[in-house]
T-cell receptor
Framework: DTGVSQNPRHKITKRGQNVTFRCDPI?????LYWYRQTLGQGPEFLTY????????KSRLLSDRFSAERPKGSFSTLEIQRTEQGDSAMYLC????????????FGQGTRLTVV | KQEVTQIPAALSVPEGENLVLNCSFT??????LQWFRQDPGKGLTSLLL?????REQTSGRLNASLDKSSGRSTLYIAASQPGDSATYLC??????????FGAGTTVTVRA
């Protein structure tokens, strides 16, 4: 297993377009997380899945954002009608078991909205 | 709401010097604390995980301490090398799943 995989690594899009990012977690991990990081800041929590169930969404996740994890495997994060303020690094992480376990992050998807 | 602060924001040291990175958090009711390394434009690499019941954790030249009651953790990096140059992030897990991050300390090790 090569760890958490995210695609694409970079995405440049025009304002108003829709974009979709994919995350493949470590295969035996049932928990999957999305975070967003802007320049000079630490990552901020967006949403959390346990298997296929989305158990929490941050208030940062506006109605333009939607995340899915069909069949509890890979996850997608879609942003509709992108805005310049959506430009950020989108990070995916996964972990197994309960809250005491280590979280492993992917390489991130850098989104630039022009 | 858990607030995590990392001081200093940036640090520059000559090669061979020991590094001391500080992390403080406001709510001591935590599950664990995790230190990460981030290279420019890259994702996060986990360095050390300290459970709430532990006082410290060691991995090679890295040692992290945790004082839950005072809301503090310190990451020590011994005998720094230019390859240690990166941003180091502290993250606290306050519930079953959510990590709260500090803004990081950017370290430069001069050869």
């Amino acid at each position: 297993d090569t760890g958490v995989s995210q695609n694409p690594r970079h995405k440049i899009t025009k304002r108003g377009q829709n974009v979709t990012f994919r995350c493949d977690p470590i295969s035996e991990h049932n928990r999957l997380y999305w975070y967003r990081q802007t320049l000079g800041q630490g990552p901020e929590f967006l949403t959390y899945f346990q298997n296929e169930a989305q158990l929490e969404k941050s208030r940062l996740l506006s109605d333009r954002f939607s995340a899915e994890r069909p069949k509890g495997s890979f996850s997608t994060l879609e942003i509709q009608r992108t805005e310049q303020g959506d430009s950020a690094m989108y990070l995916c992480a996964s972990s197994s078991g309960q809250g005491g376990t280590e979280a492993f992050f992917g390489q991130g998807t850098r989104l630039t909205v022009v | 709401k858990q607030e995590v602060t990392q001081i200093p924001a940036a640090l520059s040291v000559p090669e061979g010097e020991n590094l001391v990175l500080n992390c403080s958090f406001t709510d001591s009711a935590i599950y664990n604390l995790q230190w990460f390394r981030q290279d420019p434009g890259k994702g996060l690499t986990s360095l050390l995980l300290i459970q709430s019941s532990q006082r410290e954790q060691t991995s090679g030249r890295l040692n992290a301490s945790l004082d839950k009651s005072s809301g503090r953790s310190t990451l020590y990096i011994a005998a720094s090398q230019p390859g240690d140059s990166a941003t180091y992030l502290c993250a606290v897990r306050s519930n079953d799943y959510k990590l709260s991050f500090g803004a990081g300390t950017t370290v430069t090790v001069r050869a």
